[in-house]
């Protein structure tokens, strides 16, 4: 059965021009990797949860930030990736200085078949992108989130 992820688009106004926060990947497969390899912070929906609770405890986990209770999440859908996987994305408002983010680690044999364990952060660095830089940037199956946070943003506001 494909597994199920969930994730958080942090964005921000600056200068008129909406910007987003993608996440790159740490450890030895994305390290030398930049166009399609950033992501939404995100990871599994566990047994229990919903996508907004995963959402939400992976975007702490992967960023060191955490969402506000009262934060105004607008919900993106879902993609769903090549090998089947499916992510469902939240957007918010908010800002954070990308330098500041702090990962959980992961464990992998390094190099392969080595015998050798290392540990690697999850994300290795986090920046703010404009809409188009960041469609450039982000891994081609999470793109539909830009244009539907554009949409999303562009509707008339209801009140809360």
Known sequence: MPKASAGILLYRRRAGELEVLLVHLGGPFWAKKDAGAWFVPKGEIEP???ALQAAKREFA???GLSVAPDARLLPLGEVRQRAGKTVTAFAFEGD???RAIR???FELEWPPRSGRRQQF????R???FSLDE???KIHPAQAPFLSRLQRELARPQRPR
């Open 48 to 50: 229990g949860e919903d």
């Open 103 to 105: 990962s959980n680690a």
């Open 96 to 98: 954070c200085d990308p």
């Open 121 to 124: 952060p999850e994300v290795d």
């Open 61 to 63: 986990e992967e960023t």
């Open 134 to 136: 960041a469609a450039r």
């Open 126 to 128: 986090a920046e703010f």
